[in-house]
């Protein structure tokens, strides 16, 4: 599948790409796709919520009325849970989310999204990007020049570049990874995927493992 370069302003250079067909024409496995992203999710998840059970709040623990008699239920702290200000019943705890999952499914995850962007006709091959300096205005020119600006674009680069990265981050549609970070994720919540044309062989390369 060949797909062709373009430039910084949209245009054609001429060049083109072949995209495998192992790794962007593949039968899409909708279950790996949901177990990658659940695991991403639940990664983001600091699991610092808590709140008090009734051992842990203040108060007295004289019995606030007599056992009998008063015509109400009986009750026996003013730690209960059924009162106000009492404590919380198997309220949540600190806890760790993450799980584990097999690499080659994080892959058939990755591969199935890449197929799913290609279907859809939302992959741009760009040629290779480089910023002098970190400016965002430099960034909205290229996303400008891509008719990509109302869009919320994922580029994926071969290699770190800060002068790029940095350009883009206050851009809330943007955003920017390298070839080893990106993730299924970010792959879907991406309404337009653009690789930059080193970062095809190094996908299939790491994606073929």
């Known amino acids: 599948m060949e797909v062709a370069v373009i430039n910084h302003k ?46 842990e709040i203040a108060g007295s623990t004289k019995k606030i009325k007599k056992q009998k008699g008063t015509g109400s239920a009986r009750a026996g702290s003013i730690k209960s849970p059924i009162f106000r200000g009492g404590g919380r019943v198997f309220g949540p705890r600190p806890r760790d989310y993450s799980f584990k999952l097999n690499k080659k499914l994080k892959q058939l995850a990755r591969k199935s999204a890449l197929t799913y962007k290609v279907k859809d006709e939302c992959v741009v091959v760009l040629e290779n990007v480089s910023f002098d300096s970190p400016k965002t205005k430099n960034y909205s020119g290229l ?59 190094m996908l299939e390369t790491i994606l073929s493992k």
Not at 27 to 37: F, G, K, R, S, W
Not at 147 to 174: C, F, G, Q
Not at 177 to 199: I, K, P
Request: net charge negative; charged share 25%.
């Open 143 to 201: 996303l400008a020049g891509l008719s990509l600006s109302d869009k919320k674009t994922l580029l994926v680069l071969p290699e770190e570049n800060i002068n790029v990265y940095l350009s883009s981050r206050n851009l809330p549609k943007a955003k920017v990874v390298t070839v080893n970070d990106v993730n299924t994720y970010q792959l879907l919540n991406a309404d337009q995927l653009v690789l930059c044309e080193g970062s095809v062989s």
């Open 10 to 55: 949209g245009e054609d250079t001429g060049r083109k790409v072949n995209l495998s067909e192992d790794i962007f024409a593949i039968e899409p496995n909708d279950h790996a796709i949901y177990l990658d992203v659940k695991q991403y999710l639940a990664n983001q998840r600091q699991g610092t919520h808590k709140s008090k059970e009734r051992n």
